[in-house]
C-alpha cells in the first residue's frame, strides 16, 4: 500500500475498492483528523473519479489486469486509489501532459495491430516520484492493484456456495474468477468519467 500511496502527504482520501457490496463501507475519519482511514464502494456511491483523458487508457489497463488475474483464476482483489487535490501549476501541467498522452496513444493505435495496441497500453508518465502509479483528471489518482494472491480453490468454492445461500447475488467478494473480473470492469466503468 505504501508503494502505492507514494509521496502520500496531500492524499485526502484512499479507497480500497473490489466491486461488491458486502461489508464494504468504513466509518470516515472526522474531519480535521491525521487518522488514516482506508474507505471502500459504499464510501464512494455517488461519486465519480474523474480521469478526463486518461480514461480510456485506465479502462483499457483495467481490463488487461483483470483478464490476466481471471485466466489464472484469481479473484478478491483490489484496487487501490488514493486522491489528491491538485495545486493550481499542477492543473496546466496535467492538461499539457493529458494532451501528449492522448497523441502517444492514438501513434501507438495506428501503428500496431488492435491487439498488439491493447496488449502494450502504453502512456508517457509523468515526471513524478511515483509515475507508474498516478494517474492525473481534475484530481491527482495512486492507483494499483493489490491482494492478487487468492486462488479459487475448493475452500473459496465452498465459502462461495454458503454465501449464496445467506447473500444476494454477487453481493459478495468469493464468486468465481469470471464474474468477480467481469463485476470489477463493470464498477471501473460505471464510476469514472
Given amino acids: 500500500m505504501l508503494s502505492i500511496f507514494y509521496p502520500g502527504e496531500r492524499i485526502t482520501e484512499r479507497y480500497d475498492i473490489k466491486g461488491c457490496q458486502i461489508g464494504r463501507y468504513t466509518e470516515p475519519p472526522l474531519e480535521g483528523s491525521n487518522v488514516v482511514v482506508i474507505l471502500k464502494e459504499k464510501n464512494l456511491e455517488g461519486k465519480s473519479i474523474n480521469l478526463g483523458t486518461q480514461r480510456e487508457w485506465f479502462l483499457k489497463q483495467i481490463d488487461i489486469d ?10 478478491d482483489y483490489s484496487l487501490l486509489v488514493g486522491i489528491q487535490p491538485l495545486h493550481k501549476d499542477e492543473v ?3 492538461r499539457k501532459l493529458s494532451t501528449v498522452i492522448t497523441r502517444t496513444q492514438k ?16 502512456r508517457l508518465l509523468p515526471d513524478y516520484k511515483n509515475e507508474l502509479h498516478v494517474l492525473d483528471g481534475t484530481e491527482r489518482y495512486f492507483v494499483g492493484i493489490i491482494d492478487f494472491f487468492t486462488r479459487f480453490t475448493l475452500k473459496k468454492r465452498l465459502e462461495n456456495a454458503y454465501k449464496k445461500l445467506i447473500y444476494p447475488p454477487l453481493s459478495f467478494s468469493t464468486v468465481h ?7 470489477f470492469r463493470k464498477y471501473w466503468d460505471k464510476h469514472t468519467e
Avoid at 483483470?66 to 479473484?75: A, G, M, R, T, Y
Wanted: glycine letters at 0%; zero cysteines.
Fill in 177 to 183: 474468477p469470471d464474474v468477480f473480473a467481469d463485476r
Fill in 107 to 122: 501513434s501507438v493505435s495506428k501503428s500496431h495491430s488492435p491487439e498488439e495496441a491493447q496488449q502494450q497500453n502504453r
Fill in 66 to 75: 483483470s483478464k490476466f488475474l481471471q485466466s489464472i483464476e484469481v479473484l
Fill in 92 to 94: 496546466q501541467q496535467s
